[in-house]
């Protein structure tokens, strides 16, 4: 897991007590899901961008929740803490928001699935392999309209 975490494994012993703390650490980490679901539909996309560029650019230190992103891969248990830490933190708090937005209730869980996965896959692509995706501002331009569109359906 440390491998595929790009650490040494000493670091999650350390400050994890090992894999299992690991995880427990990764579920009580915060993301800006529930801060930026405070306000009007129409602005849901440069709220949440906000939020997930000002995370990735702006943290400081080793984020648990990358470290078990980077390990769901490889490690059945990372991906379903990951995967239940996701439904809680963030999927579901986006379907309550668009439900209460007025939405019916399966749209409301549609439009959120897919906000969830295309974050996630963005996530993916710059935090686990790393590549690059412009600097801060345009990605958060980008994120920003692509969140929109998904919410607006």
């Known amino acids: 897991?440390?491998?595929?975490?790009?650490?040494?494994?000493?670091?999650?012993?350390?400050?994890?007590?090992?894999?299992?703390?690991?995880?427990?650490?990764?579920?009580?980490?915060?993301?800006?899901?529930?801060?930026?679901?405070d306000g009007d539909l129409s602005t849901l996309g440069a709220r949440l961008a906000a939020g997930i560029v000002e995370r990735w650019f702006g943290a400081p230190g080793k984020d648990p929740l990358l470290i078990l992103q980077r390990a769901s891969g490889e490690r059945p248990e990372a991906a379903e803490a990951l995967a239940a830490f996701l439904d809680t933190h963030s999927l579901d708090p986006l379907h309550g928001y668009l439900r209460d937005s007025g939405l019916d209730d399966a749209d409301a869980r549609n439009r959120?699935?897919?906000?969830?996965?295309?974050?996630?896959?963005?996530?993916?692509?710059?935090?686990?392999?790393?590549?690059?995706?412009?600097?801060?501002?345009?990605l958060q331009a980008w994120l920003s309209a692509t969140i929109q569109r998904l919410a607006d359906g």
């Not at 007590?17 to 800006?32: C, D, H, N, S, W």
């Not at 993916?124 to 801060?136: F, K, M």
């Open 1 to 37: 897991m440390a491998d595929a975490a790009g650490v040494s494994p000493n670091l999650i012993t350390r400050y994890f007590g090992g894999k299992e703390g690991l995880f427990l650490a990764a579920t009580r980490v915060e993301i800006p899901v529930t801060t930026s679901l």
């Open 112 to 138: 959120a699935a897919a906000i969830d996965a295309f974050v996630l896959g963005v996530s993916t692509r710059r935090r686990v392999l790393r590549s690059e995706l412009g600097d801060p501002a345009d």
